[in-house]
């Protein structure tokens, strides 16, 4: 068999280099869904929408029940998502390499969409009986009970950051098509995200309640996870094993020193874009009137921006000339937008309010009036620099990913870039915004 070439990720000028694969280590070669083999990312977008859909009602769910165990609300935020976001890091780190030596990565989706399902429906039920123990193991043991909660969320979180990077590895983008594949999955996924949040908030609790909700949630995730192996049943997205073998990470290519910059660049990235957040949620709390509504709206507008650049980029990553150029400049441009907004912030953004709520036809309705001046709080100041945060992802897909090792790369990419988020949130929380204040604190980040 004649060795093929591995095209390599962009060097800082954009030129690719051809790489031969390592002797011994014959590389598989990458099909899509027009040859049969690969899983169409049409086909996947609706099964990432739901999962995330899922994942998201999970998340509200168990900060809600983490605060009746901790007793502090904004400790129950705080562990929520540090250990919801831990989780999804660890898994997307751990799922890649994995999803690249399967034959049929559909069908491991499909064991990952029933694990979230059973992890997360015991989770939820587990919380509800925590208190007791926690209180005891704190008056024990300490902080060190702190690490109940958090496991009972990093379990089910670990298994729900493994399905982007899996998902992708099934649809099996070529290099020319790891931006827009990637990109737009990502997108739907995230999309999928804010409709969790929010019925979960306003349909979901108040209909179901917690454990109702838990089981409706856990539901989606069987019934993609079904889709899933009826889907690879039926011959998608399985390797043709006459011609292809399973990629070994020990056989394939190390990332170039290249992709490794962009990969801590892009975590770097994702720091920032969480300090954004917490810095934003303490500016929004004077136009909104609990910190509960604006912590709910300005996740919602964070999500969105993502999303809609994430998805509005991806159409044309595969094609830039100069990615790390268009790299640096999304990331460069949201922090000059995001720092122009909060230079700006003032009376205007009142009046915008004001005018949103005489759009209403019915000037009873008081619940609908206050949640669109908090949406429009929240989209004046944070849709346009997380679009362009957003829009990185997919440059940054382009600079990091190589087809043969679609899974670990991907996977590397979104667990880097959430552990950056993290660090970003305890860094601009307890250090930056008591210390500098929310203007210096804008202003570094």
Known sequence: MRRSRRRGPEGPGGGLRDRPAPAGHEPVQVT??????????ALAAPLLFLSGLS?????VLWVKQLGLVVGVEVHAVALGVAAFFAGLALGGWWAGPMADRQLRPLRLYAIVE??????????????ARTAAPFAWLESHAGPLAWLLPMALVMLPALCMGATLPVLVRAVAPPDARVGRAGGGLYAANTAGAIAGALLASFLLIPALGVRGSALAAGGINLLVALVAWLLDRGGVAVADQRTQAPVSTQGSEPMTASARTALWLYAVAGGIALGYEVVWSQALVQFMSTRAFAFSVLLAAYLAGLMLGSALQARWADRIRDPWGVFALLVAGAGLVALLEFALLGPWLLAWQSAAGALLPGPDDRLAAMSLRFAVAGLAIVLLPTMLLGAAFPVALRLVVDARSVGRDLGRVVAINTLGGIGGTLLAGFLLVPLMGLGRALGLL
Do not use: P
């Not at 994942?55 to 998340?59: D, E, G, H, P, T």
């Open 32 to 41: 899509t869904a027009s040859a049969g083999t690969g899983l169409a990312a």
């Open 55 to 59: 994942a998201l009602v999970f998340q």
């Open 114 to 127: 029933a694990g979230i399902a059973v992890l997360a429906v015991l989770a939820t039920l587990a919380l």
